[in-house]
């Protein structure tokens, strides 16, 4: 496998759409509960995790760009190759791809179980994932702009959703927050190892890459797209202590959404009926992203047809879909999905990065 790849004008975007994909791929599902996952390990000092989190998630996305500059057009998949040669390589990069099916059906699942909860508690899930996975298969199939444009879109018809939550906020009570720093050191940094599900997608960069014309600029929307983020956990993580006691905080599983019970209008008396329905706009660029990541990864790996890849990806995600029934199972497959998903993301670029500089140190000392 050739490390870099060749990507025409047309299949090309600027770097300036960073910004949406690194924000709406790391904003979805996991957003919904992790004030209550946050509050479990730090407690009131989980503000504190959030932002110890942020700043490494800024670390590790500088080592991932760094590792990026090294080649001129690669990927992950090409770079792994690379290094530990087409074996090793092709390995680790069905790890990857294992890795982001389950993040994928993990979305599709938790969301799945949002509307039952919420809205529809008979709805079947096999139907609302066949309606999830038609709007995947509809957006992927029309290539990389298609799915960014979604982004794009999606982003400007969500982000109103920030102010609605005056409406708690106006109901905080500041003493939740005291004492401050409570906590141990190790139950922070326990804290900050939890928002590992809820950020996860920054490895979409390591993907999409070849596919930015100005690479030189891909660093200023990165960090920004990681600003808003940490932002915005660190928003609801907040509000949610401030509003909810310490009893309901760690009994109410997702948060998030449970803010917009109190938020109404005068035509509108169950606005989160209407949030939980517009979060699908949420949840959607994860799932296609997550799912183009997918068809990338087959398609330079294993040579497959894009289409047929892309149906057979959706059938899996279907029977996938229907095998985790019960919340235990769900809970354990994103449990697993988000372990897995820290040492391949906030630990694994840190080695790729230190065997790069060790081969480009015996590069030069072969040389001279």
Request: include cysteine; charged fraction near 10%.
């Amino acid at each position: 496998m050739n490390a870099n790849i060749t990507v025409t004008k047309s299949q090309s975007v600027r770097a300036f759409y960073l910004f949406f994909i690194i924000h709406t791929i790391q904003i979805g599902a996991g957003l919904m509960g992790v004030p209550r996952i946050l509050f479990l390990e730090a407690g009131s000092d989980a503000w504190v995790s959030i932002l110890i989190g942020g700043l490494y998630i800024h670390f590790i996305a500088w080592i991932m760009i760094l590792i990026l500059r090294e080649y001129e057009n690669a990927d992950i998949l090409g770079i792994q190759c690379d290094l530990f040669g087409a074996f090793f390589g092709k390995l680790m990069g069905c790890i990857f791809i294992i890795y982001i099916f389950f993040i994928l059906l993990s979305v599709i699942r938790n969301y799945i179980e949002v509307v039952q909860v919420f809205i529809f508690p008979e709805i079947p899930i096999w139907l609302m994932t066949l309606f999830l996975l038609f709007l995947m298969i509809y957006c992927v199939s029309g290539g990389l702009r298609v799915v960014i444009g979604t982004c794009f879109l999606f982003f400007f018809l969500t982000i109103w959703l920030v102010f609605t939550i005056y409406t708690p906020v106006t109901y905080m009570d500041w003493g939740h927050f005291l004492p401050v720093f409570q906590s141990s050191p190790l139950e922070i940094l326990k804290g900050s190892q939890k928002m590992t599900y809820t950020v996860l997608g920054m490895e979409v960069l390591l993907f999409v890459y070849p596919y930015i014309e100005n690479k030189k600029k891909i660093a200023v929307p990165v960090h920004l797209a990681i600003v808003l983020t940490t932002f915005l956990i660190l928003l609801v993580t907040v509000v949610s202590i401030g509003y909810f006691s310490d009893y309901q905080l760690r009994e109410t599983v997702w948060a998030t959404l449970s803010l917009f019970k109190i938020v109404s209008f005068s035509i509108i008396e169950r606005f989160d009926f209407i949030a939980v329905a517009i979060w699908m706009m949420v949840i959607i660029p994860n799932i296609v992203l997550f799912c183009w990541i997918l068809l990338h990864s087959v398609k330079r790996m294993f040579n497959f047809q894009g289409k047929r890849s892309l149906y057979v990806i959706a059938v899996f995600l279907f029977i996938g879909s229907i095998l985790f029934e019960y919340r235990m199972s769900v809970n354990q497959m994103t449990d697993l999905t988000a372990q897995v998903g820290f040492y391949l993301v906030f630990v694994y670029p840190l080695f790729l990065y230190l065997v790069l500089q060790v081969r480009k140190i015996w590069r030069k000392r072969r040389a001279s």
